[in-house]
């Protein structure tokens, strides 16, 4: 896909509104130092995960982030969709379903077993989105947090 690129430290101004908007809609109360903390490892190269622009580098409209974790089930490396966002001017053009499946071959050809991602079981249309691209809900299994902090 033309328009997923990888995210590097020269990115995060133009990721960080994204973000911002993101958690804004989320309702998840985390202000910029939070944001930025908690992006820079990844920015910079961390093993632990990835984030991806969607749309023109110099004006991304989206991104992606991926953490990595290892899975017995799965046989190895598997990934998580930990947040994905595109510009609500902009959603139903495609756009986020062209990244997670350029994401989801990449990740492959890099080995990981399995991506997987969290959802709200009442957004249907979420739902539905992430069942366009090829997610299935494992109704046997719930994720389930614990608060280390």
Do not use: C
């Amino acid at each position: 896909m033309k328009s997923l690129h990888l995210a590097g430290t020269d990115d995060a101004e133009k990721l960080l509104p994204l973000v911002a908007a993101f958690h804004a809609e989320q309702g998840f109360g985390t202000d910029e130092d939070h944001q930025r903390a908690a992006l820079a490892p990844l920015l910079e190269g961390s093993p632990h995960g990835a984030v991806w622009l969607i749309g023109p580098r110099k004006a991304p409209v989206g991104y992606v982030v991926v953490t990595f974790g290892w899975s017995v089930e799965f046989g190895g490396l598997d990934a998580i969709v930990d947040e994905i966002y595109v510009r609500r001017a902009v959603r139903g053009r495609g756009m986020g379903g062209d990244a997670l499946d350029g994401i989801a071959k990449a990740l492959r050809e890099a080995g990981v077993r399995a991506l997987h991602l969290e959802v709200d079981r009442t957004e249907e249309r979420t739902i539905g989105f992430y069942e366009r691209a090829r997610f299935k809900v494992r109704d046997s299994y719930a994720l389930m947090s614990r608060v280390l902090n």
